[in-house]
């Protein structure tokens, strides 16, 4: 999806960088979105796969209604919510804590068969300095392929699993204080590769080094070599973009196209975030 020329009338974009996102302004997310305004939103999101706004100190009910302007929210499969919220999840990390929640490049749950259409992460307390996330344009990823290795892939599909060790260590502590009864449960997906926007209609290169763990009918041996090829080149730096946090920052990224990293280098200090989970479909 090409960026639309038209003006946007109710609110206001500022691009981050050249590989996506884009901070929006111009609007209090306490009152529930007009028709226009929604749809505003919404297309800034489309163009710019990530948005962020600031000072948007929303308790939980103004949450959810902004979350249910978007999408329908959905339970994240592993950590209880909070009290009363059961769409919204804690993602912390504490003062004595040394891994960080999904502390790793990755796409949101692509081990479901419905992997969710987008998250939302809204800034609660925040660490002096540090905890910043990253963000990928995994557009830009395909499109930077060979056209060889592109056609190789095309209707390739891989496999992508909740127990890949890397990811699931960033989920220990969390676990432990904050699990769900059913955390033992592995959960296992098959995907196409390449995916194509239901919205945009652009393809997307949807694996990522957290949770694919082989191409469908290669073994993980087989499938190494080129994913890890893959896994590098989703993430050059000239695709991402950095967002500093900042108490009541709100960002919504599309999980369809985009991997996040959040940076874990606050150690000694306290990192809270409330996230809501949108549904998606089954990638095509």
């Known amino acids: 999806m090409k960026k639309d020329n038209e003006p946007y009338r109710k609110i206001k974009i ?17 009152e529930p ?9 919404r297309r800034a999101w489309l163009e710019n796969l990530v948005i962020f706004f600031r000072d948007q100190d929303l308790d939980p009910a103004q949450f959810m209604v902004f979350a249910q302007s978007i999408g329908n929210p959905v339970e994240y499969p592993f950590i209880k919510s909070i009290d009363g919220w059961p769409f919204i999840i804690e993602v912390k990390k504490l003062e004595h804590e040394k891994v960080n929640f999904a502390g790793i490049w990755h796409s949101d749950t ?3 068969d419905e992997p969710p259409m987008a998250s939302m992460l809204l ?11 990253l963000f990928s344009n995994q557009y830009l990823a395909y499109e930077t ?72 009918g290669w073994t993980e041996e087989e499938s190494a070599p080129l994913l890890n090829y893959l896994f590098q080149h989703q993430i050059r730096p000239e695709f991402t973009c950095r967002f500093v946090w900042q108490q009541a920052s709100l960002a919504l990224w599309d999980n369809r196209c985009v991997q996040h990293n ?11 975030m409330h996230r809501i989970t949108l549904a998606g479909d089954r990638p095509t």
Request: no cysteine.
């Open 14 to 30: 500022r691009p981050i960088s050249g590989g996506l996102g884009a901070e929006v302004s111009g609007v209090d997310l306490s």
């Open 33 to 41: 979105p007009t028709q226009e305004v929604r749809s505003e939103i």
């Open 110 to 112: 692509t081990y479901l």
């Open 123 to 133: 800034a609660r307390e925040i660490p002096p300095y540090g905890g910043d996330t």
């Open 145 to 216: 392929l060979s056209e060889g290795l592109r056609s190789t892939l095309e209707g390739m599909y891989a496999v992508s699993s909740s127990a890949r060790a890397d990811v699931s260590k960033t989920r220990e502590d969390r676990v432990k204080t904050d699990g769900l009864a059913v955390v033992s449960k592995t959960y296992e997906a098959r995907h196409p590769v390449i995916r194509t926007h239901p919205e945009t209609g652009r393809k997307a290169l949807y694996i990522n080094i957290a949770h694919t763990a082989r191409f469908d």
């Open 262 to 272: 959040p940076v874990n280098d606050y150690h000694g200090f306290k990192r809270l």
